[in-house]
């Protein structure tokens, strides 16, 4: 079968997703008000609370949502078949993470730019907002654990790329001080960011960088690993003018330049997705598709890291609120194209069937290096690509995104200790400068701490992140609908994703418990017990908040 067809196809939907059923969440289901001063404007401080053009904000929310995930998920995801990932990242785009990205946008701003865990609060109860909080806190120190490792190996596998990762950041805090301090017009700024961007990348392969084996007494794994969090403990808390959203804006143009020179070279080559539309032919000990398929593929389908990210920072910068569609509905169509890029690059960038069954002889083989090599194939017959240099183009790109998750996941767990220290009046711990140390604490006591002097702890409670994220997007949608209940807006677009998304993640966790108490992985098994009896906890009281404001509303509508 020709990738062309899974291209146009999967493209095509998604476009008539954005510019036809977005726009009837915009004005029928979320009724959104240009007149309406949103957080940015209200509260407005030059640090968190900075009004954006909305190009800009997209940038910054569609590369802080995306990371590896929506690489990894997809390229992972293919074992069971192209079709069941295809279907998935298109329909989940278009039906499910559309309105979660836009809807927790549209609630965080309608709510002081509250992030979703402390809204939960206010829209449900306190005890509620506890268990939430928890789960929050468990998604970012995963996030944060994993996302370390993954961005050290991709340095460490390609020295090429390091140059190009770190040059990144020069050129973002020069574009921030073009667009904020000289006012300098944004297409020039965006053209010069870029052009300096692919400039490093091509200069990537000629002077590789690596650091020896062992630098004082660690591994080199270890040393990336702890200059990532320095890095990323000093961007959390500079003003996100300065470096979060320059750099997020730029990596979003750089992925769409690497996109469609991809996409280019899938029309220009045509190649043939070589991978079985359903594989009757699996692995040992595969998993069954479902409800597996559902939190394998999160990102670039739905994420409740994207809710974090809508109601963390996101929310904090909109300039109008009519802005909330382009920068929620259209990130995660961003996102689902490059969910689509991946499962192409995973199932048309191998040269037979016998190639690809050679990658995946296991579930979770492929991931970012099926992509960077099949996209890099893909790359160089299309286009003339040279192979080294589209190698290190799709690295970079992967690390850029890891990164920049990274960035903002950091500054979304500083958030959550703040909260914390608010609402249990602890004040030195509201406070940013002990609340970033207390984040960077806790996610190297992860790292190195169940990791050891490797420093790769994050992977061990990896295995619980798909349904964790998944749990926390369905209890997003939870408040998004109770928030739709109490307006009088329609709620079934908002409640057929959250009962599917809330049952296939129920069902995805008890299978796990089931695994890790046959393998004896009490660790795992106790922390799946945990997240399960909040998740049902936090169902429970949502279910019934949702049902005493529909008879409320329907009691008002009596007395009219």
């Known amino acids: 079968m020709s990738a062309i067809l899974l291209l146009i196809i999967g493209l095509g939907a998604m476009a008539a997703g954005y510019f036809i059923y977005s726009r009837f969440l915009a004005k029928v289901i979320f009724k959104l008000d240009d007149k309406f001063k949103t957080p940015a404007h209200e509260f407005e401080d030059g640090v968190d609370f900075v009004p954006t053009n909305k190009f800009v904000l997209w940038g910054h929310h569609f590369t802080s949502v995306a990371g590896a995930a929506p690489i990894v998920g997809p390229a992972i995801a293919v074992i069971w078949g192209w079709l069941p990932a295809f279907l998935w990242v298109t329909i989940g785009t278009i039906f499910f993470a559309g309105i979660h990205d836009f809807g927790a946008i549209w609630a965080s701003v309608r709510n002081k730019a509250k992030s979703v865990g402390t809204l939960t609060g206010e829209v449900v109860s306190n005890r509620t907002r506890s268990i939430f909080m928890i789960v929050i806190f468990l998604v970012l120190l995963m996030v944060n ?11 460490i596998n390609n020295p090429g790329s390091v140059v190009p990762v770190w040059g990144a950041i020069a050129v973002a805090l020069v574009i921030g001080q ?50 990532l969090f320095a890095y990323a403990a000093v961007a959390s808390l500079l ?14 143009l750089q992925l769409f330049v690497g996109l469609i020179a991809l996409y280019a070279a899938v029309l220009i080559g045509n190649p043939t997705v070589v991978a079985p539309m359903i594989n009757n032919n699996l692995p040992a000990d595969t998993p069954s598709m479902i409800p597996l398929l559902f939190v394998t593929i999160a990102c670039g389908a739905i994420s409740g890291f994207h809710g974090l990210v809508a109601s963390g920072t996101t929310s904090k910068q909109l300039n109008r609120e009519s ?9 995660a169509t961003g996102e689902g194209a490059l969910a689509l890029a991946a499962i192409i690059a995973g199932t048309a960038g191998f040269a037979s069937l016998a190639d690809w069954q050679a990658v995946y002889t296991a579930f979770g083989q492929g991931g970012v290096l099926a992509f960077v090599n099949g996209g890099a194939t893909i790359l160089s017959q299309g286009t003339g690509m040279d192979a080294a240099v589209a190698g290190t183009m799709l690295t970079v790109m992967a690390a850029l995104f890891a990164g920049t998750t990274m960035d903002t996941g950091l500054r979304l767990q500083r958030y959550i200790f703040q909260e914390w220290g608010e609402i249990y009046d602890i004040k030195w711990m509201a406070k940013a400068a002990p609340a970033t140390l207390l984040s960077v604490g806790s996610c190297l006591l992860l790292a190195f701490g169940a990791g050891g002097a490797d420093g790769s702890g994050g992977l061990l409670i990896w ?77 429970l009281e949502c279910t019934a908040t949702l049902r005493r404001v529909k008879r409320e509303k329907k009691a008002e509508a009596g007395n009219t």
């Open 239 to 252: 003003p996100v003018w300065m470096l979060l959203q320059p750099r997020d804006y730029i990596n979003g």
């Open 463 to 539: 295995p619980l992140f798909g349904t964790t994220n998944q749990l926390l997007a369905g209890l997003t949608l939870l408040v998004v609908t109770v928030m739709l209940v109490r307006r009088g807006s329609p709620t079934i677009y908002a409640l057929v994703p959250l009962i599917f998304l809330l049952s296939m993640t129920l069902y995805a966790l008890l299978l796990q418990l089931k695994g890790f108490y046959l393998k004896s992985d009490w660790f795992l098994f106790g922390l799946d017990l945990v997240v399960l009896v909040a998740a049902v906890l936090v169902t």
């Open 323 to 331: 802005d909330a569609r382009f920068v929620g509905y259209f990130g």
């Open 178 to 227: 073009l667009i904020y301090r000289a006012k300098m017009s944004l297409p020039i700024v965006s053209l010069l960011g870029v052009t300096a961007l692919y400039f490093l990348i091509y200069i990537g392969p000629s002077v590789p960088v690596a650091l020896p084996e062992q630098v004082m007494g660690m591994s080199d794994n270890a040393a990336w690993i702890l200059i």
């Open 145 to 155: 654990g994993v996302f370390g490792v993954v961005i050290a190996k991709l340095l």
